[in-house]
């Protein structure tokens, strides 16, 4: 396994490196100090990398529309966000970039090991307080309607049945592959609910999908 860890201090990126030898003992480590040392390592291989961990405010940050680039180019890695911020703007503005996680710097250990493999496993990390603040209070309220009748929320905006079990197993973090497997669908089906779902929510994508299902288990 191959990772990329972006940040300016230095002790830090030791203690993640040692963090991160916990998910694989081969993995390999290639560190950047500044913005222009990561878009530079991205852009001559960002598809060689597994992992890509990168803090905001890095000397040389150009704002979100550094990390949109940088998840742009490396399109097949995850890239996700580790930072001292957990204002909840930043949250949302690295989600809408593209990042497929954001975990504080004062996560525990085991809280971060475990947003990491949510992460490989197809999933979307978001801290709690995320969840539970104003970035979910944004969500437009939808009605989500049931094959047996029933109801939530309060828009016009409808789901079936399966279309709701998916949205939970998005919720979930799960791979279309895993869908397919706990709903006993084929991973092309998966799709075409997952699509569905985007355009009755009026989300462009799974990050966002998470959000609103989130507000909506509230």
């Given at each position: ?24 003992a ?30 905001l ?29 957990e ?56 009605k ?23 949205l ?47 507000e909506?288990?509230?």
């Amino acid at each position: 396994m191959k990772i990329l860890i972006g940040d300016d201090h230095l002790l830090f990126r030791e203690g993640l490196r040692r963090l991160l030898e916990q998910l694989s003992a081969d993995a390999t480590f290639t560190d950047a100090s500044t913005f222009d040392e990561v878009l530079e390592l991205v852009q001559n291989g960002g598809d060689t990398f597994d992992l890509i961990l990168i803090d905001l405010q890095m000397p040389g940050w150009p704002g979100f529309s550094g990390l949109e680039q940088v998840c742009t180019e490396a399109s097949d890695t995850p890239v996700v966000v580790v930072s001292a911020s957990e204002n909840q703007a930043d949250v949302r503005s690295s989600l809408d970039a593209g990042a497929a996680g954001f975990i504080p710097k004062s996560s525990s250990v085991k809280i971060m090991l475990s947003a990491l493999n949510l992460v490989f496993s197809g999933g979307i990390y978001l801290p709690p307080s995320a969840i539970h603040a104003d970035v979910a209070a944004k969500a437009t309220p939808i009605k989500v309607e049931t094959e047996h009748g029933g109801d939530r929320g309060s828009n016009h905006h409808q789901l079936t049945q399966r279309q709701w079990e998916v949205l939970n197993c998005l919720r979930e973090g799960k791979s279309n592959k895993q869908i397919a497997y706990e709903l006993g669908l084929s991973e092309g089906t998966v799709k075409i609910h997952v699509t569905a779902i985007f355009k009755s929510l009026g989300v462009k994508n799974r990050t966002q999908a998470v959000i609103v299902a989130s507000e909506l288990q509230r």
